[in-house]
């Protein structure tokens, strides 16, 4: 059974930084293409980036670029979001899925406010 | 980046009737070497996350059932749920993946009246 649990999530200060991590199992995790997708609370869906199997190609939504990055650890079957110089409205909860297209898997998310 | 407007925001139907709900793309979506075009349909209830329903603009996931029906090419989509039931109620979001960021419309809120 394919599962994906998100962690790290929580409150943090305008300016500061948190890591988000993505546990995959139930699937070949090194075959897949990961992304990341967040909902700011009452909000529609918002694209956040992708990165392929091997971790070498990543894309960003326009709105994080620069800020965030995303990376994975093959061996550990684990999907990362590093998120810095968050904002307000970075707020939301941010979902793990599997895959580029069609998305079929999602981890039920975890919640990042962003507030002073 | 591709910009997915979907109409209308909200929808009230009656138990059995049809939905309809568009979305509209600023640029085509349909991939001419192989003729698909790369937009897809999901469905979100309170709480839960997102539910894919329709791929490809037009296959239907399995196990969706077949109330549910995506159609259009380039830069039109629908989808129609063609008889309402009361598990249906939820939002719905059209999500292309032509051309990155692989942008979501706004959604379109379906209730029961």
């Known amino acids: 059974e394919v599962q994906l649990v998100e962690s790290g999530g929580g409150v943090v200060q305008p300016g500061g930084s948190l890591r988000l991590s993505c546990a995959a199992s139930g699937f070949d995790f090194n075959t897949y293409w990961m992304t990341w997708v967040r909902q700011a609370p009452g909000r529609g869906l918002e694209w956040v980036g992708n990165?392929?199997?091997?971790?070498?190609?990543?894309g960003y939504a326009d709105s994080v670029k620069g800020r965030f990055t995303i990376s994975r650890d093959n061996a550990k079957k684990s999907l990362y979001l590093q998120m810095n110089s968050l904002r307000v409205d970075d707020t939301a909860t941010y979902y793990c899925v599997r895959g580029n297209s069609g998305y079929v898997y999602w981890g039920l998310g975890t919640l990042v406010t962003v507030s002073s | 980046d591709i910009v997915l407007t979907q109409v209308p925001d909200s929808l009230v139907v009656s138990l059995g009737e049809r939905a309809t709900i568009n979305c509209r793309s600023s640029q085509s979506v349909l991939f001419s070497s192989d003729n698909y075009n790369y937009l897809a349909w999901y469905q979100q209830k309170p709480g839960q996350p997102p539910k894919l329903l329709i791929s490809w603009a037009s296959t239907r996931v399995s196990g969706v059932p077949d109330r549910f029906s995506g159609s259009g090419s380039g830069t039109d989509f629908t989808l129609t749920i063609s008889s309402l039931q009361a598990e249906d109620v939820a939002v719905y979001y059209c999500q292309q993946h032509y051309s990155p960021p692989f942008t979501f419309g706004g959604g379109t809120k379906v209730e029961v009246k």
């Open positions: 990165i392929r199997s091997d971790g070498y190609v990543e």
